[in-house]
C-alpha cells in the first residue's frame, strides 16, 4: 500500500506525458488488470480454479453496453452492469461450488460456454457475431462530461481499478475473508471451528464476479463495441495465466502479470504472429522456477532483504 | 440433565458390530474418559456423536436438544468442539491466525466483510491469550505446519478450547508425544480445565493420562460398555482387568 499514491499519481500525470495510442494501451492494461485481480479474489484465495472467468465479465460489458444504447449516463450504466453480473454469479455460484477442484472447473467453463452460445446465436438481441456497436460514453444530465474523452476515460478507470483493489484489499483483509482463506487451506478444520465452507466459497465467487462484471463494463465503454469475443474461453485461459504469472493470492501480482501480457501482446505481435509462444515459455519457467509468481519473487527478496538488514541489529541485541 | 447424552449407539459396517448399544452421559464441567483395548470403538462412538459417520441406531442429545443432523460447524457454533486424531489444522498459516480465527468464529462480526483493525486487535489479543496457556506464544507467527509434533497437538486444544464450548471431544490429545511431553500436556490440561467450566470427552488409550485427569471413567471392548464410574472402581473393575490383560472370556 504504501507505493500506492506515487503509483497512482505516476498514472494519473500519464496522459499529460505520452502519446495518444500509449494511454489507450495504458487503459487496456488497467482493465485487464481488474480483471485478473478479480480473478485471483476466487483463485488465489479461495482456491478456485474458475475456467469460465470470461462470463462474468462479457456480461457486463453487453450490458453496458445495452445500457449506453439505451441512453444511460457511464457512470449509471457501469453500475447497472455490475449489478447484473453480480446477481447472475450468485446461482452459478451456487451451483458450480456444489463440485470443487477439476469439476468444478468444468461446471464454471460450461457456463462461460453457454454465455457465449446464447450471445452468439441470439441475433435478434445481441447482434450476433457482429456484436454491438453505435453506442458512445454519454455524458448525461448529471455533468460527467468529464469521463467521455479518450483521457477522461483514462482517469475514470484508473478511479474504479484503484477503488476496486482497494475494496478487495478490505475484503480479503476482514473477518470474512480470512475465514474464506482458512477454508482454502483446511476445510474440515474450518468447518470444526464453525465456519460454513460452501457459504464462504459462493461468496468468494460472487465478489469475484462482481468485480469482473465492473472490468468488462469498462471494456464496454472503453472500446465502444461488444462482440461474442470476449466471452471466447481463451480469455479466461489469458486472465488465469496473468494470475500465475503475476502470483496468485496478492491482488497485486496478478495486476502485474496482467499488464505484461498486455505488453507483451502489444509488443510482440508486431514481430511474430506467434507471441504466445512467448508468453507460454515465459509462464513454464515461472511456473517451475518462482510457484509463487513474479511477485513471489519480489516479495521473497524483500524478505531476504529485511532479514540482513535484522540480523546485525540482534546480534549486537544479544551481545549486550 | 447431563450436557451430552447418548443412548443405545450403535454401528454396524454390514454384519460387523463396532459399536452395540452403549449410552454415556457427560455432565456440565466434567471430564469423562473413553477407554478400551485396540479395536474396541472409542473412535467409532466418538465419531458417532461428532456426526462424522452415521450411526445406525441411537440417540445423541447435547445440551437438552438432538443434533442428530447438524454438522460440523453448527456442532461448533451449539458449543460442541473436538479434535482429531490426526492432527488437523491450517498447516501454511501462522500458529496466532490458526487460534484467531477459532476466537474470531466465536466472535459478534465473525463474517464482516470490511477490514476493521480494531476487530483483528481484539481477537489477535485474545488468541495470544489462549497461545500462552498453552506456552506457545514464542511461536506465535511460525507456521502451524513447522511445529513439532507435540506442539501441533497443543496448539489444536488451544483452538478448540478458544471456541469457548460447553463440550470439547478430544480424540487422543497425546497421541505420537513422548513420554515427557505426555506429562507436561497431562498437567497442561488439568490447569486450562480449572479455571474454565468445559466438560471435556477424552478418548486416549494412554491410561496414565486418563487416570491423571478424568473425573469418570467410561470403559469399551468390543464395542460394548463394560464399566462406567470413577477412576478407583475402574481400576478394580475386574471386568476392566480381563479386557485390558487379554484373559478369555469366562
Known amino acids: ?18 502519446q495518444s495510442y500509449q494511454v489507450t494501451l495504458l487503459t487496456e492494461i488497467l ?27 462479457g456480461v457486463g460489458a453487453y450490458a453496458c453496453a ?18 447484473v453480473a453480480t446477481l447472475l454469479s450468485i446461482p452459478i455460484g451456487w451451483l458450480s461450488t456444489r463440485a470443487s477442484g477439476v469439476a468444478f472447473a468444468m461446471l464454471t467453463l460450461a457456463f462461460a460456454q453457454l454465455g457465449y452460445a446464447i450471445v452468439f446465436k441470439w441475433n435478434t438481441f445481441t447482434g450476433g457475431s457482429d456484436g454491438l456497436t453505435g453506442f458512445a460514453r454519454n455524458a448525461g444530465p448529471f455533468g460527467f462530461e468529464g469521463f467521455v474523452s479518450r483521457d477522461g476515460y483514462f482517469w475514470l478507470v484508473l478511479i474504479v481499478v484503484f477503488a476496486m483493489y482497494w475494496l478487495a484489499r478490505g475484503f480479503m483483509n476482514s473477518a470474512m475473508g480470512r475465514a474464506i482463506v482458512g477454508v482454502r487451506e483446511n476445510e474440515r478444520r474450518a468447518s470444526a471451528i464453525g465456519y460454513v465452507p460452501r457459504s464462504l466459497r459462493v461468496v468468494a465467487f460472487v465478489v469475484s464476479g462482481a468485480l469482473a462484471g465492473v472490468a468488462g463494463s469498462l471494456h464496454a465503454g472503453f472500446l465502444l463495441f461488444v ?38 501482446h502489444h509488443q510482440l505481435s508486431a514481430v511474430t504472429d506467434s507471441w504466445p509462444l512467448v508468453m507460454g515459455l515465459l509462464f513454464i519457467i515461472v511456473v517451475i522456477a518462482a510457484p509463487k509468481g513474479l511477485w513471489g519473487i519480489k516479495a521473497s527478496l524483500a524478505a531476504r532483504i529485511s532479514l540482513r538488514r535484522a540480523r546485525p541489529a540482534g546480534e549486537k541485541h544479544a551481545a549486550s | 440433565m447431563p450436557l451430552l447424552e447418548c443412548s443405545g449407539l450403535t454401528k454396524r459396517w454390514g454384519a460387523v458390530t463396532t459399536v452395540d448399544d452403549v449410552s454415556l452421559t457427560v455432565d456440565a464441567g466434567e471430564v469423562v474418559a473413553l477407554i478400551g483395548p485396540n479395536g474396541a470403538g472409542k473412535s467409532t462412538v466418538f465419531n458417532l456423536i461428532a456426526g462424522a459417520i452415521k450411526k445406525t441406531a441411537g440417540a445423541v442429545r447435547f445440551a437438552g436438544e438432538s443434533v442428530e443432523h ?23 498459516l501462522t500458529v496466532l491466525e490458526n487460534v484467531r480465527l477459532a476466537v474470531q468464529a466465536r466472535s459478534p462480526g465473525r463474517l464482516r466483510p470490511m477490514a476493521s483493525k480494531a476487530f483483528v486487535d481484539k481477537t489477535q489479543a485474545a488468541a495470544m491469550e ?43 490429545p497425546t ?24 466438560a471435556v470427552l ?27 464410574g470413577n477412576p478407583e472402581a475402574v481400576r478394580n473393575d475386574p471386568a476392566v482387568q480381563r479386557a485390558y490383560l487379554g484373559v478369555a472370556h469366562a
Open chain 2, 130 to 172: 489462549w497461545l500462552a496457556r498453552v506456552r506457545l506464544a514464542d511461536c506465535a507467527n511460525r507456521t502451524a505446519g513447522q511445529l513439532s509434533h507435540g506442539d501441533q497437538r497443543l496448539l489444536e486444544i488451544a483452538t478448540a478450547l478458544a471456541l469457548q464450548p460447553k463440550l470439547v471431544l478430544l480424540d487422543e
Open chain 1, 227 to 264: 462482440s461474442p469475443e470476449i466471452l471466447h474461453w481463451t480469455q479466461s485461459g489469458h486472465v488465469i495465466i496473468a494470475v500465475i504469472l503475476g502470483g496468485t493470492g496478492t491482488l497485486i501480482g496478478p495486476m502485474i502479470g496482467a499488464a505484461l501480457i498486455v505488453l507483451a
Open chain 1, 31 to 57: 482493465i485487464f488488470a481488474l480483471f485478473a485481480m478479480s480473478l485471483d479474489v476466487q483463485m488465489g484465495y479461495a482456491r478456485m480454479f474458475s475456467f469460465g472467468h470470461v462470463l462474468p465479465y
Open chain 2, 175 to 198: 497421541q505420537g508425544m513422548s513420554v515427557e511431553e505426555t506429562r507436561a500436556t497431562v498437567r497442561l490440561l488439568k490447569s486450562l480445565l480449572e479455571d474454565a467450566p468445559i
Open chain 1, 1 to 18: 500500500m504504501k507505493y500506492a499514491v506515487p503509483v497512482v499519481a505516476m498514472l494519473a500525470a500519464a496522459p499529460f506525458a505520452l
Open chain 2, 202 to 228: 477424552l478418548v486416549e488409550h494412554d491410561l496414565e493420562v486418563v487416570f491423571g485427569v478424568a473425573d469418570r471413567i467410561v470403559v469399551l471392548d468390543q464395542g460394548r460398555k463394560i464399566a462406567d
Open chain 2, 70 to 92: 447438524l454438522s460440523a460447524y453448527d456442532l461448533a457454533q451449539k458449543g460442541l468442539s473436538r479434535t482429531y486424531q490426526i492432527t488437523c489444522l491450517f498447516p501454511q
Open chain 1, 66 to 83: 445495452f445500457a449506453l444504447q439505451a441512453g444511460w449516463p457511464l457512470p449509471f450504466a457501469i453500475a447497472g452492469a455490475v449489478l
